[in-house]
């Protein structure tokens, strides 16, 4: 994530999450992981299936118990709903 959009992440946790982590009930706080991820969709016997439906998420770090806890990052306004496509070279 770029600085503006670890900062909305973190505006957007700081209005809508408690401060006392969910799993362990620490008030140690939480650490936002740098980039966001995706799932992987796994296809028949578990091969790894490539393409399709981006999902990026934003993880959250509990300091204490080490949780991660993962949040829609569209959803939450840090990346926009449609990833942005890459036309061709102005002089292609
Ligand atoms: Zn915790």
Same mark, same amino acid.
Request: charge should be negative; aromatic fraction near 6%; include cysteine.
């Given at each position: $994530?770029?600085?503006?959009?670890?900062?909305?992440?973190?505006?957007? *946790?700081?209005?809508?999450? =408690?401060?006392?982590?969910? =799993?362990? &009930? =620490?008030?140690?706080? *939480?650490?936002?992981?740098?980039s966001?991820?995706?799932?992987?969709?796994? @296809?028949?016997? &578990?091969?790894?299936? $490539? @393409? %399709?439906? #981006? #999902?990026?998420?934003?993880?959250?770090?509990? &300091?204490?118990?080490? &949780? #991660?806890? *993962? *949040? =829609? /990052? #569209?959803? $939450?306004?840090?990346?926009p709903?449609?990833?942005?496509?890459? %036309?061709?070279?102005?002089? /292609?």
């Open positions: $994530m770029d600085g503006e959009q670890k900062a909305k992440a973190e505006a957007w *946790f700081n209005t809508h999450l =408690s401060a006392v982590c969910a =799993s362990c &009930n =620490s008030h140690l706080g *939480f650490t936002i992981l740098p966001t991820v995706t799932p992987i969709k796994l @296809g028949e016997n &578990n091969s790894l299936h $490539m @393409g %399709g439906e #981006i #999902i990026p998420l934003v993880g959250l770090l509990c &300091n204490n118990c080490y &949780n #991660i806890r *993962f *949040f =829609s /990052a #569209i959803l $939450m306004g840090v990346t709903k449609e990833l942005p496509v890459r %036309g061709p070279a102005p002089d /292609a």
